[in-house]
T-cell receptor, first 109, second 114 residues
Framework: GIQVEQSPPDLILQEGANSTLRCNFSDSVNNLQWFHQNPWGQLINLFYIPSGTKQNGRLSATTVATERYSLLYISSSQTTDSGVYFCAGGGTSYGKLTFGQGTILTVHP | EAGVVQSPRYKIIEKKQPVAFWCNPISGHNTLYWYRQNLGQGPELLIRYENEEAVDDSQLPKDRFSAERLKGVDSTLKIQPAELGDSAVYLC????????????FGPGTRLLVL
């Protein structure tokens, strides 16, 4: 199956800083999603982005499918951005997502 | 639009006891997923339903786990008997279906087996 590797594993920021999270895949994916898991455990879908670039407010994501990686950009971070960010990818079996280990983000005021 | 609903939110049982989790997906979502998330890890898929049909249950430990999705809406995941290693968060998610595969997750059920 697909292997998903996320970096960095941990990230500590001051409020207002920018950050980039990376996700590498061992094989081609046609389904790629980014999630934020808040401190209460709720997983929130941020982007469905098998290729290209999308933006939603202070967050944006880029997937370069041919090179098997995706990036999540967080600009002007806020304390509410804290939590765990997961990327997940799926191959030929639609819907079967393999999650990475996550990046733990802590934003200090 | 109501999100994915799960119950109970927390469950504490003794090992060898049975336990069941319930999920109500977002209205109109044909695809339903059950994931298990161990502490410090990402969710792992247990089973995926397309309407009433389980199309991927390769990761479901079938000796003790079972699931059903009657009428293609609500779903129940059962463990019998529970083991200490089953302590985890059980997450339900739903999506409209391929190719619109954005998955929406419920709040999860946190299970502790003593």
């Amino acid at each position: 199956g697909i292997q998903v590797e996320q970096s960095p594993p941990d990230l500590i920021l001051q409020e207002g800083a920018n950050s980039t999270l990376r996700c590498n895949f061992s094989d081609s994916v046609n389904n790629l999603q980014w999630f934020h898991q808040n401190p209460w455990g709720q997983l929130i879908n941020l982007f469905y982005i098998p290729s290209g670039t999308k933006q939603n407010g202070r967050l944006s994501a880029t997937t370069v499918a041919t090179e098997r990686y995706s990036l999540l950009y967080i600009s002007s971070s806020q304390t509410t951005d804290s939590g765990v960010y997961f990327c997940a990818g799926g191959g030929t079996s639609y819907g079967k997502l393999t999650f990475g280990q996550g990046t733990i983000l802590t934003v200090h005021p | 639009e109501a999100g994915v609903v799960q119950s109970p939110r927390y469950k504490i049982i003794e090992k060898k006891q049975p336990v069941a989790f319930w999920c109500n997906p977002i209205s109109g979502h044909n695809t339903l997923y059950w994931y298990r998330q161990n502490l410090g890890q990402g969710p792992e898929l247990l089973i995926r339903y397309e309407n009433e049909e389980a199309v991927d249950d390769s990761q479901l430990p079938k000796d003790r786990f079972s699931a059903e999705r009657l009428k293609g809406v609500d779903s129940t995941l059962k463990i019998q008997p529970a083991e200490l290693g089953d302590s985890a968060v059980y997450l339900c998610a739903s999506s409209l279906g391929a190719p619109r595969e954005t998955q929406y997750f419920g709040p999860g059920t946190r299970l502790l087996v003593l």
